[in-house]
């Protein structure tokens, strides 16, 4: 199991996010300006700036740091469900070849989960968690699949479930799997998504689950949202379809990343 990350790194984690979100509203940032809002010294901040120049998000200049690659815009999970629609299916069927009578598995919430849910319906005997209204929906009446939901806030745009309580209901329980939905995948900055409550319930997951798949077409390779799910050492598998690139295929090998294509 993963280990919680300790203070210092979740404060790290938490201000380059921030100096992200900065570059996004301004475009540029200045060293001493990141000093005095971030109240750490200018060595620090230097060293963030390299991090996410390294990360292909910004590039430095004297002084500061300039935004290199706007992240993608989210979208409403009615229109995920609409866009490569035969490769999600094709990812959550294979998915479902993963899990096993008896098995407790976490479903993030996600257009490709939700293919996964799916093919699910037939299975006996296992137990899911999920925070995605619309998993929960599709498996509701599946006889075989005892269903639980995390609780908490709705955020509207993904039909998933957020916040303290979606967090605080995962402590007591041990998952074998986490099926992970992404809205980006890059070999540098790992895993990623658009909102940061979903990315903070995301890190209790992978906390709480033995292994951790991922489950994502080929059009996410190469893009970074602002908030990071998981780092790529945290990650067991990747399951995509054909159209991965060379570069994605080699280096999630290289990795030690078992990959699937489905």
């Known amino acids: 199991m993963t280990a919680t990350p300790a203070p210092t790194t979740r404060n790290t984690r938490q201000r380059r996010q921030r100096i992200v979100e900065q570059l996004l509203q301004q475009g540029s940032v200045q060293v001493g ?10 060595v620090t901040i230097r060293a963030d700036l390299n991090h996410l120049e390294s990360q292909g998000l910004a590039v430095r200049s004297h002084g500061g740091a300039s935004l290199l690659r706007m992240p993608p815009q989210e979208r409403d999970i009615h229109e995920k469900d609409t866009l490569n629609l035969p490769l999600k299916d094709a990812i959550g069927a294979r998915a479902a070849q993963l899990v ?7 479903l993030d919430s996600g257009s490709t989960t939700m293919m996964l849910a799916r093919h699910l319906r037939g299975q006996r005997d296992v137990t899911v968690m999920t925070n995605g209204l619309n998993i929960a929906w599709e498996l509701a009446g599946a006889p075989g699949i005892v269903l639980r939901l995390t609780g908490g806030l709705l955020h509207q745009p993904s039909l998933s479930l957020h916040g303290s309580q979606a967090e605080a209901s ?5 998952f074998d799997t986490l099926f992970l939905g992404v809205d980006g995948l890059d070999l540098q900055f790992g895993a990623t998504t658009h909102h940061e409550p979903e990315a903070s319930l ?3 997951m992978v906390e709480r689950s033995r292994r951790i798949v991922v489950l994502t077409d080929s059009s996410k390779f190469g893009k970074v ?15 995509t379809d054909a159209g ?9 090998q290289r990795l030690g990343i078992e990959l699937i294509v489905a």
């Open 170 to 174: 995962l402590h007591s329980y041990g």
């Open 100 to 106: 096993k009578p008896g098995d407790n598995i976490i």
């Open 225 to 239: 949202s602002l908030h990071r799910i998981a780092r790529l050492d945290e990650i067991h598998t990747v399951i």
């Open 33 to 42: 300006e990141l000093v005095e809002r971030h109240g750490v010294s200018a």
């Open 244 to 252: 991965i690139g060379e570069e994605y295929r080699d280096g999630l």
């Open 202 to 204: 995301n890190h209790r």
